[in-house]
């Protein structure tokens, strides 16, 4: 059998030239929407899916010529990006068309793939959302699970790219074991993957033999080393609580820890830039950790009251976090070390759903027992795997 017949089909549009930085969707409809001329769309997007001047994607592609935008899908958080809960059916307020949820978690893994009824009379479906380049943020986990719908019922897939706004150049991390993928790992990925949606819906669609026909439309002017306040593009806050380029950076550390009885920030003014909880002692853990000289970050103990979500309406005890130098600074480092002085320090700290976001259980207790020079050693021989696995798919230098 010939090999072309056996492996899906894959394109990919765009060229990199000049310093400004086009998304996919920009590329798209500079093009003319050629890549949809004559297609029944059912887009997966939300309130990040825009174009370079501001236009929302969902806008854009209902009023383009020569293809039709037949239903919506949302992600975790809604279309709009407000939704901190289960999300629910209902209707596009702007185009009047059919908004379905992708993101129901008491119905199971099935409730996070169109349904084949959803999908009657569509041909392609486009997916464009910003991720945030951390596994265990769900968008990704979106893309993986409607690319294998798409492959169930023949439609092809079109991935609107968009840069990864912590840099994309070094994956960092365990990766994730076998038994905890799910949503937030849709595949053997390490914590930070380096790859922007695009080339993760190639990888994924490769590594998993998912087999559905995959189009991506590259970015235009961007590099892997650009942070996003390099992009010249606006950043919109891809959910509730991820309100700034610099919590995203800080994410794949302190996102760790929020499984646990921890405070990581939500309901404060600033998620993901401090933990605490009612029983912990600011002052001993900012000791412990800056003690360690960690690179391009200082900690500093602070009290706050959140206003909801864990210890809503509670004193607690915490440490803020200042990156001082964000090249030097290594996310995944800190998470690990502030992991390890929690377990060191504080009886009070349940260690025991720490696996549930690094998603690896040997390094989760290498990382307790050890600390973190002991769990990286046991995670870089499948991290340097993935490397190498991940080289095939980039497409951006």
Request: aromatic share 8%; glycine share 10%.
């Amino acid at each position: 059998m010939s090999l072309t017949l056996i492996l899906p089909a894959v394109a990919v549009i765009g060229m990199v030239r000049g310093a400004e930085v086009l998304c996919g969707i920009d590329v798209l409809e500079r093009e003319g929407f050629a890549q949809l001329r004559g297609r029944k769309v059912a887009l997966i997007t939300n309130h990040t899916g825009r174009t370079r001047d501001g236009r929302f994607t969902s806008d854009v592609l209902a009023s383009a010529p020569g293809m039709k935008l037949v239903c919506l899908f949302a992600p975790e958080h809604g279309l709009r990006g407000l939704v901190d809960e289960a999300v629910k059916d209902g209707k596009d307020e702007k185009t009047g068309l059919p908004a379905y949820s992708l993101y129901n978690p008491g119905q199971g893994p099935e409730r996070y793939r169109p349904k084949k009824e959803q999908l009657q009379g569509v041909d392609t479906i486009v997916f464009d959302i910003q991720d945030i380049g951390t596994r265990f943020y769900t968008y990704v986990g979106t893309l993986g699970y409607a690319m294998e719908a798409a492959a169930r019922d023949g439609i092809e897939v079109v991935v609107l790219d968009r840069p990864n706004p912590i840099t994309a150049v070094e994956p960092e991390g365990p990766v994730a074991d076998e038994q905890h993928l799910g949503l937030t790992a849709f595949h053997t990925i390490p914590l930070v993957h380096g790859m922007t949606a695009g080339e993760l819906a190639l990888l994924f669609n490769s590594e998993r033999k998912i087999g559905a026909r995959v189009t991506v439309v590259k970015c235009e002017g961007w590099r892997r080393s650009q942070w996003w306040d390099e992009t010249g593009l606006l950043w919109v806050n891809p959910s509730p609580n991820m309100r700034s380029p610099t919590e995203a950076h800080l994410y794949p550390g302190i996102g760790l820890v929020e499984a646990t009885n921890l405070s990581v920030g939500r309901g404060t003014d600033t998620p993901f830039e401090l933990v605490g909880a009612p029983w912990l002692d600011g002052r001993k853990l900012a000791a412990a950790l800056n003690a360690k000289n960690l690179d391009g970050v200082s900690v500093y103990p602070l009290e706050f009251t959140p206003n909801a979500s864990k210890f809503a309406n509670e004193r607690c005890g915490g440490v803020g976090f200042l990156v001082k130098n964000r090249a030097q600074f290594d996310s995944v480092r800190f998470g690990c070390e502030l992991a390890y002085e929690l377990h060191r320090l504080f009886p009070e700290w349940d260690e025991s759903k720490l696996v549930n976001l690094l998603q690896n259980t040997r390094t989760a207790e290498s990382l307790l027992k050890g600390g973190y020079e002991a769990a990286r050693r046991d995670w870089m021989p499948a991290l340097q795997a993935f490397k190498a696995v991940r080289k095939v798919h980039l497409l951006y230098r």
